[in-house]
């Protein structure tokens, strides 16, 4: 990771708001929470509660991740909602650009993952000590030595999805833990949480929130 901290400075980009929830773009390279130390401070919580003060944190995307996050405004809301991330209810879809052209068309990753001690927040594939960790994957398009893909995650695993898609042999462009030489040398993680899909707290009802990738 970056020594230097120089999180973009866009405005709050808020997808959709009613009395108990909050939905809201991510912008790359902004922290979901604050880090250790001051300087880590500035983060999407905080900014999110500049605006609505009662806003809870439900739960997060990776600093470089852009994309859809919900966040709860109300104490119920957030237990109903923090209910379904945990029993795998909340449904994620993202894409992302990844080096080279993948050969098959759709398929499953199943590998354990832990993190990387000596290299942390790197986690890495362990077959003895992992947690269970599975994404659905299926190529949108291919060229040019690079692929667009959705990413289905089944499991919600820290950088799963980018873990995964190294081990594939297919790393997401502009990853800094996990892409090597020109894979990584873009000027962001070309990973965004595209979609997500999830029951309403105040009745139940299904609801589905987007927002377009950037790239």
């Not at 970056?2 to 959709?16: I, M, N, R, S, W």
């Not at 959705?150 to 695993?157: D, E, H, K, S, Y």
């Not at 962001?188 to 949480?193: A, F, N, P």
Request: proline share 8%.
């Amino acid at each position: 990771m970056d020594d230097v901290y120089d999180p973009p400075q866009e405005p709050l980009a808020v997808v959709h708001e009613d009395h108990e929830i909050l939905v809201v773009d991510k912008p790359s390279g902004l922290l979901s929470v604050p880090g250790k130390g001051e300087h880590l401070s500035d983060c999407l919580l905080s900014r999110v509660q500049a605006a609505f003060p009662q806003a809870l944190l439900v739960h997060r995307l990776d600093r470089d991740t852009s994309g859809v996050m919900i966040f709860a405004l109300t104490p119920s809301a957030q237990r109903h909602l923090g209910l379904q991330f945990e029993k795998r209810q909340a449904k994620k879809t993202y894409v992302a650009r990844v080096r080279g052209e993948v050969a098959e068309s759709s398929g499953t990753i199943d590998l354990p993952l832990i993190v990387d001690w000596p290299n942390r927040p790197r986690q890495m594939v362990d077959h003895e000590n992992g947690k269970p960790a599975q994404t659905d994957w299926k190529v949108l398009k291919r060229g040019g030595g690079e692929s667009r893909v959705r990413l289905f995650p089944r499991t919600g695993r820290s950088h799963q999805l980018r873990v995964h898609m190294k081990e594939l042999g297919h790393p997401i462009l502009g990853d800094p833990f996990y892409a090597e030489g020109a894979a990584r040398d873009f000027p962001r993680l070309m990973l965004h949480s595209e979609e997500l899909r999830l029951r309403h707290p105040d009745g139940g009802a299904g609801v589905r929130f987007r927002a377009k990738a950037p790239f």
